[in-house]
């Protein structure tokens, strides 16, 4: 793997386990960071550093502004719900940091499938 590639899919990584962890966004910012996830997983399966890094800078204008919780393209709703990632999206952030992963260390491992975060093992 070449060294660009494996800069943004570390950078993909470590961008997908704050999101697991401390995001907290409202219904429609975890809809659409669902749609990146799936761009950045397509990406890495693909060995396509660029959609990795396009998709990736599009999930940071959702990233939550201190203090407040809600996210940054996220807050002109009027919906007041906001919550930590949903249990569904976890599971394919968990999925794509493996594929991610994979593409950088080459070698095969298995998601968690426990509900306690993204991490890679």
Partial sequence: MAEQDRVVFEDAITLLHAVADSWQLRTQ??????????A??????????EAVRVAMFEVEDYAPLLGVGLGSRDSASGDDDVRPVPAPLRERINVTVHVLDEAVTGRQS????????SHAD
Avoid: Q
């Fill in 40 to 49: 950045i997983a397509d990406g890495a399966r693909i060995g396509d550093h």
């Fill in 110 to 117: 298995e998601p968690r499938s426990d509900g306690e975060g």
């Fill in 29 to 38: 910012g975890w809809s659409d960071v669902e749609r990146l996830v799936d």
